[in-house]
């Protein structure tokens, strides 16, 4: 390949480079002001995106000079930078799916144990633990009552009626 041929695709990667740079300026110059008026989960966003571009840019122009970028200190810095964008999509994602929940019945116990001497805090308590208890079943008895006829439970079949069945086939 002639040197020459490429030419124009580096003039065309210059200018580009330059259009990013003008384009980018007016975001990091005012940053602070930008992001002051964002949500925090926003500002969050903002500050882990523009440090992926800029990462991303040094990787690129690193692998461009030919430098083995991925032994590079800044092949960690964008894992890292992309752990980040994980635990951001986590957070976005909401409460539905929650890795620690609060177990309410076992919350009640710890405190009726330690109020056993205060009798009208623990009679409250164990009505509660009770009354919880009862809508749990009778949520869990209207959620059986409303499940299709086709996925209720079937009996397994005996070992010698699927003998039987691969007979006549």
Do not use: W
Request: hydrophobic share 40%; net charge positive; glycine share 2%.
């Amino acid at each position: 390949m002639d040197v020459s041929d490429i030419t124009p695709q580096l003039e065309k990667l210059n200018g580009d480079l330059d259009n990013l740079e003008e384009a980018i300026k007016p975001l990091l110059q005012n940053m602070g002001d930008i992001a002051s008026k964002l949500p925090l989960l926003d500002k969050a966003k903002l500050y882990v995106l523009v440090a992926y571009a800029i990462e991303s840019l040094l990787f690129s122009s690193m692998r461009l000079n030919g430098v083995d970028a991925k032994d590079h200190a800044i092949f960690k810095e964008l894992t890292r930078v992309k752990q980040y964008f994980d635990k951001i999509q986590k957070i976005e994602k909401g409460s539905e799916e929650r890795e620690t929940k609060l177990n309410t019945q076992a919350a009640a116990r710890f405190i009726r144990a330690d109020l056993a001497d205060n009798k009208a805090i623990k009679e409250g308590l164990t009505a509660m633990i009770k009354e919880r208890e009862a809508r749990a079943a009778a949520q869990a008895s209207k959620a059986e009552k409303k499940r299709p006829a086709d996925e209720s439970v079937k009996p397994a079949e005996s070992s010698e009626s699927k003998r039987q069945k691969k007979k006549k086939r």
